[in-house]
Every structure is written in structure tokens, then in C-alpha cells.
């Protein structure tokens, strides 16, 4: 999992050296949330912590649509595309197939990440998918802890190595559907 962060913060370094042609917002997204992103994993006595930001990104829905990341320097360096029974993964000098978006996110970062559930986490909302809990700041919900304070999100995950999420929504679309 560390070297599968590692490559992605090398990835998003790079971005100045290759990056993805941008295309338009698709015409049948049922929303689109953008602003800016980064993942932790912590570390342990064994292993440095690990971790990258970008601006994101995110169209459609839990079912079908698309996350695209780019560099601070405004590099689009991943886009990933997923609808039923598959998600894809490009990136400047690769594009790979995958069964879901969890086998993806698996793949990229070593543990999936519920991108699904994202949609409703930055608008301060449970999945309605998976059952959650309420806790004093927030909510658990699919073994994360959630904490929104729109237009912000943190996200950590409870089981170790310890994943945080942190996402702030920017532009017209902030905190909207």
C-alpha cells in the first residue's frame, strides 16, 4: 500500500513531464463536485508515513461517472471512468481495466476507497447504501470515520495503517448536488 501512494505522489510530481488530454464534462452526469484533495496513510516504526494532493474532479454518480485528478501545476495526471461491471484507470502512459471502482482504488492505493460513497460524504450526508452510526462530529460509515464541516471533508479510516482523506469543495458547485 505505501508503494502504491508513493507512486502516485510520484505520479502527481511528474505532471509537468506527461499529462491526460482534458475532455468536457459529460453530458448525462448527474452531478459534479470539484475542489481540492489528499490522502495520508500513516506510518509506523517500520515504514514513513505516505501521501499526495490534487485538485479533483468528481461527475456522475455512485453508479457511472468519473473522477479526474490534476497537479498543482494544473496537469490532469488521472482520470478514472467507471460504470456497471467496469472501471478504468488512465493515467499519462497507462490505461488499465478493472471489475468495479473498489478493484481499482485496491489496486491504486493498496486498500479500496469507497469513491462511491464519496458523493454523499462531501455533501455532510451518510451513503444511503451502507448503514452508518452517528458520532458527535459526524458519522461512521463503511469502517471510516466522517467528519464534513462543509465545505469541508475529513475522512479517516478506523482499521490500520490509518488512511485520511481530506477534500475541500471549491467553485459554483460547492456543497450542491
Do not use: Y
Amino acid at each position: 500500500m505505501r508503494a502504491a501512494a508513493a507512486l502516485l505522489t510520484f505520479a502527481l510530481a511528474l505532471a509537468g513531464c506527461a499529462q491526460l488530454p482534458k475532455t468536457p464534462a459529460p453530458a448525462t452526469a448527474e452531478s459534479r463536485l470539484s475542489g481540492r484533495i489528499s490522502v495520508t496513510i500513516a506510518g509506523d516504526v517500520h515504514n514513513r508515513g505516505t501521501g499526495g494532493a490534487a485538485s479533483f474532479e468528481l461527475f456522475g454518480g455512485p453508479q457511472a461517472g468519473r473522477l479526474e485528478l490534476t497537479s498543482p501545476l494544473g496537469s490532469l495526471v488521472a482520470r478514472a471512468s467507471w460504470q456497471p461491471g467496469q472501471a478504468t484507470l488512465q493515467t499519462p502512459n497507462d490505461e488499465r481495466r478493472f471489475d468495479n471502482l473498489d478493484a481499482l482504488t485496491r489496486e491504486l492505493l493498496g486498500e479500496p476507497v469507497p469513491v462511491a460513497a464519496l458523493f454523499d460524504w462531501l455533501q455532510a450526508r451518510p451513503w444511503p447504501a451502507a448503514p452508518h452510526e452517528k458520532t458527535a462530529n459526524g458519522f461512521e460509515q463503511l469502517g471510516w470515520r466522517i467528519e464534513p464541516r462543509l465545505p469541508s471533508l475529513v475522512a479517516t479510516r478506523l482499521a490500520a495503517p490509518v488512511v485520511t482523506l481530506r477534500a475541500k469543495l471549491e467553485g459554483p458547485d460547492e456543497g450542491t448536488p
